[in-house]
């Protein structure tokens, strides 16, 4: 009876390790992760993928997350010029989950390997491609940025890949030129703005006295036409008064027709009163209202 207390204990204490054992040895990975296992500092075997694993209790495990993830990092970039300039450049990046047990003997957690080997390298890089840079300024220039660009990421490729950092992008986010650089593009560019208003004001002005020259053109060209056209008529005229009095001097009795027309139509009104002057004269004069006064 005395032995019964201590195998209950025995036996809670196999439940309680069992428990806590039993817990341990299944390891589940989240998507997107792998994890390497080390026992007593030996790393153990190629890295666990996501999922669930059946392992050893005593495994110690280090995660490492293979999503593509972003650095930036700001460095001066001295130019020929002898010139500073603060440059932001990110890096777009994922964990070569394969290497993942080489990355832990190597360097260690992912933390430390982006603070051993990408942020030192990425800082070299920058200042080593500012000596191709002549200007501080030409760093404003988009062919510049580009072929920055493309160098950056081709140099930090080749070294952070043996290193299980797969390099996807770099690009550069800001450029910082010192104060009186950029006070300088500023009046630079305010200039050119000046120049590019004052151009297109003297093409608004050009365009306006064109517009007047074509104006005063056609009011000169309709002038000219009214003036022929008065011509054509003072001439046609002309030639009419002309020919009448070719008519009137070859046949007199014609100025004594119209006389009579005329006497004709005035006689039509009830009102008029006509008169005969030497009613012998071949044009007799028609006088109107000259009786009576009307009433």
Known sequence: ??????????????????????????????????????????????????????????????????????????ANMPSQDQLQTQIDVSVVFNFNGEMASAILGETGDSDRVIAVHMIPSLRSLIREQGKSITKAEDLFLKSTQERLQSKLYEDLRAYLEPKGIIVNKVFIRDINLPQFITRAIESKKEREQEVQKQKAELERFRTEQQQKIALAEAEREAAEQEAIKRKVLADAQAYEIEKLNTAIAENPAYIQLQALEALKEISKNPSSKVYFINGDSPTPLPLMNMGEPLR
């Not at 207390?5 to 792998?34: D, H, Q, W, Y």
């Not at 190629?46 to 669930?52: D, H, I, N, T, V």
Request: charged share 20%; with cysteine.
């Open 1 to 74: 009876m005395k032995k019964f207390p201590a195998i209950l204990i025995f036996i809670g204490m196999l439940i309680v390790i069992g428990l806590v054992f039993g817990s341990r040895c299944v390891k589940t990975i989240e998507a997107g992760n792998v994890g390497v296992a080390t026992l007593f500092g030996d790393i153990k075997g190629k890295p666990y993928g996501a999922g669930l694993h059946f392992v050893n209790p005593l495994y110690k495990w280090t995660m490492y997350d293979i999503r593509e993830q972003q650095v930036t990092e700001r």
